[in-house]
Antibody, heavy 120, light 113 residues
Framework: EVQLWESGGGLVQPGGSLRLSCAAS????????MSWVRQAPGKGLEWISG????????YYADSVQGRFTISRDNSKNTLYLQMNSLRADDTAVYYC?????????????WGQGTLVTVSS | DIVMTQSPDSLAVSLGERATINCKSS????????????LAWYQHKVGQPPKLLIY???TRESGVPDRFSASGSGTDFTLSISSLQAEDVAVYYC?????????FGGGTKVEIK
């Protein structure tokens, strides 16, 4: 059974940093592209970043480009999202997501999400 | 970047009636090499992660009831629920995965009338 477990969310001040982790199990992690998707309170889903399976290429939405960094450790079956220069509008539930294959494939599985609140 | 636009923002449908949601992409998501539209639909219920319903614009994911159907090509797509059930109350999103910089539509909230 595919399982994705996000951690690292919490309350952070504007301008601060946070690193999210996503522990994956139940599939061959190194064979699949992964993404982060967020949902701000009362808003819709927003794809923010993706990473390919091996020798990873990374992709970002304009809203996070230059502030967030996606990475993965295939030896630890873990996906990361380093978030710097956080702003109030980054407040959201952040979902770890497993693509069905590569970076141009839909999202087959989602984690339960972790809440990030940016506030002073 | 490809921008996805859904309509309506919300709709209320009686139990057993049809619900129809529209999605438009700012450019074609039809991949010519395999003649597939890189368009997916998701269902998002309160308190749960989203769930993949449809991919390649019209292919139902395993286990999705056949009352869910979808169609369209190029830039215009539709998701239909043929006979709305109480458990179908959710927000529905289209998504393009034609680009590595993927994008979701704004969502359509489906409620019971």
């Amino acid at each position: 059974e595919v399982q994705l477990w996000e951690s690292g969310g919490g309350l952070v001040q504007p301008g601060g940093s946070l690193r999210l982790s996503c522990a994956a199990s139940g599939f061959t992690f190194s064979s699949y592209a992964m993404s982060w998707v967020r949902q701000a309170p009362g808003k819709g889903l927003e794809w923010i970043s993706g990473i390919s399976a091996n020798t990873p290429s990374t992709y970002y939405a304009d809203s996070v480009q230059g502030r967030f960094t996606i990475s993965r450790d295939n030896s630890k079956n873990t996906l990361y999202l380093q978030m710097n220069s956080l702003r109030a509008d980054d407040t959201a539930v952040y979902y770890c997501a497993k693509m069905t294959t590569g970076t141009t494939s839909p999202i087959g599985y989602w984690g339960q999400g972790t809440l990030v609140t940016v506030s002073s | 970047d490809i921008v996805m636009t859904q309509s309506p923002d919300s709709l209320a449908v009686s139990l057993g009636e049809r619900a129809t949601i529209n999605c438009k992409s700012s450019q074609s998501v039809l991949y010519n090499s395999n003649n597939q539209n890189y368009l997916a639909w998701y269902q998002h219920k309160v308190g749960q992660p989203p769930k993949l319903l449809i991919y390649y614009a019209s292919t139902r994911e395993s286990g999705v009831p056949d009352r869910f159907s979808a169609s369209g090509s190029g830039t215009d797509f539709t998701l239909s629920i043929s006979s709305l059930q109480a458990e179908d109350v959710a927000v529905y999103y289209c998504q393009q995965y034609y680009n590595t910089r993927q994008a979701f539509g704004g969502g359509t909230k489906v409620e019971i009338k």
